[in-house]
Each structure stands twice: as C-alpha cells, then as structure tokens.
C-alpha cells in the first residue's frame, strides 16, 4: 500500500520549458490537491480535484494547469516555467466522509527548481 | 489567504521537555487539524479535532481547542530527538462548501536535543 506517489521527485528547467507532475493515489479517495510549499510561506493550494473529470482552481492557480482523468492520478501541469514557479509541490488526497473535513494523506514532493 | 497562524514559530527544547505549540484563526471552523512534517518529507495527519471536543489525545499528543478563543494548542510529551520536525495547524477554508479545502499556517519549527 503506497499510498501518495509523485514523480519525479527532482527536476531542474530552463525558463520557458514544459512539464507535467504525476500524483497517484491508491487508497481510492475522491478529494485531491497540489499545493506548493515555499519557504515562510506555508502550503498553498494551486489546483484540487473533487472527482474524476473535475477540478478547481485554489489559491494560486496561474501558470499551471491540471487534470484528472481516473480517480487514483491527479495531474499538474506547467506550460511555460517561470523562476517564480521554483518550489517544493506536494500532492495530496483524502476520503469523502460525511460533514467536515478529513486527514490529508501527502506525498513526499517533487522538488522543482526554475532556471 | 492563511486561515490559521502557529505560535511560536520555532522552539528548541532538551530532550524529555514538553513542547507546546499554539494556532488560532479567524473564523469559526467545524474542525482543526494538526500535521507533522519532517525535513524533506510530505506532512503527515497527527490529530483532528471537531468543534464539539475540547480536548483530545492520541499517544505523547493531546490537542485542546478553545473555540470562543479561536485557539488550539498541541502539546508533546516526553519530548523524543525524533519528535524533531515542523507542525502545522489546518483549519476549513473560508467558503469552502463540503469541507472540501484546507488553508495551513506557517508552521512551528521544533528542534529537540538529544
């Protein structure tokens, strides 16, 4: 039982360049998020995923994109890098329960620097 | 926008001391959360909280939630070097419908010498 797996775990870019951030889950959670995590900054929410085929746009959604196509991956995409994308993204999902909200299950990030 | 905010944002303590870490927040909340993260790693779920408990405890932790002060506090036992890590408080986002979103704090570093 893996729970959250990112992939790649690290990735240097040129400015401009393109890439996508892979998320499964198998623990068969409706709920999914990409936050970034920035120095002093705490973790921000860029995109989140109640279900397969819906997504939402968070606290910081500009210059990425994303998708979830099956329930268990959640995809996060960068079309253009800029330096101010440079962070640390962590993946996260959780259960539908009843009222309230549930535990986050995290995965270990994806450290992306920007040239 | 930040929901929650911790309190210190760091603290250093000998091994065996009790470390208290304390988040408050805004608005009223259904529940609140608290997550470890070690260096370099994803955070992990501790403890959640609902609005009608006021205290809660699970192994070396215990939660209490004030919520007429809009305030919690997560208190380590028995401090262990492992317990080394930062914590974080979350709490429902403002006009999030379903319970659907989380806004974390910053963080409170905890350092624990051997």
């Known amino acids: 039982n893996a729970g959250v797996t990112q992939t790649p775990k690290f990735r240097v870019l040129k400015t401009g360049q393109s890439m996508t951030l892979l998320c499964a889950q198998d623990?068969?959670?409706?709920?999914m998020y990409w936050y970034r995590q920035d120095p002093g900054m705490g973790l921000r929410l860029i995109h989140y995923?109640?279900?397969?085929?819906?997504?939402a746009k968070g606290e910081v959604p500009d210059g990425y994109n994303v998708s979830r196509l099956k329930k268990q991956n959640f995809l996060l995409g960068l079309e253009s890098a800029a330096p101010s994308q440079t962070s640390v993204y962590f993946c996260?999902?959780?259960?539908?329960?009843?009222?309230?909200?549930?535990?986050?299950?995290f995965g270990d990030g994806t450290r992306l620097s920007i040239l | 926008s930040q929901q929650g905010e911790e309190d210190p944002q760091a603290l250093s303590i000998q091994e065996g001391e009790n470390a208290t870490m304390n988040c408050s927040y805004k608005?009223?909340?259904?529940?609140l959360q608290w997550y470890r993260q070690n260096s370099g790693r994803g955070l992990v779920h501790l403890i959640l909280i609902r609005s009608n408990e006021r205290e809660k405890h699970s192994g070396r932790l215990r939660v209490t939630l004030d919520t007429s002060k809009k305030s919690s506090s997560l208190l380590i036992t028995a401090s262990r070097a492992a317990d080394t890590a930062s914590y974080f408080c979350?709490?429902?986002?403002?006009?999030?419908?379903?319970?659907?979103?989380?806004?974390f704090g910053t963080g409170t570093k905890l350092q624990v010498i051997p």
């Open positions: 979350a709490t429902p986002a403002p006009n999030s419908g379903g319970y659907q979103k989380v806004t």
């Open positions: 608005t009223s909340i259904n529940n």
């Open positions: 623990m068969n959670h409706e709920y």
């Open positions: 996260a999902s959780s259960g539908k329960q009843g009222e309230g909200n549930q535990p986050q299950h």
């Open positions: 995923s109640v279900g397969e085929g819906t997504t």
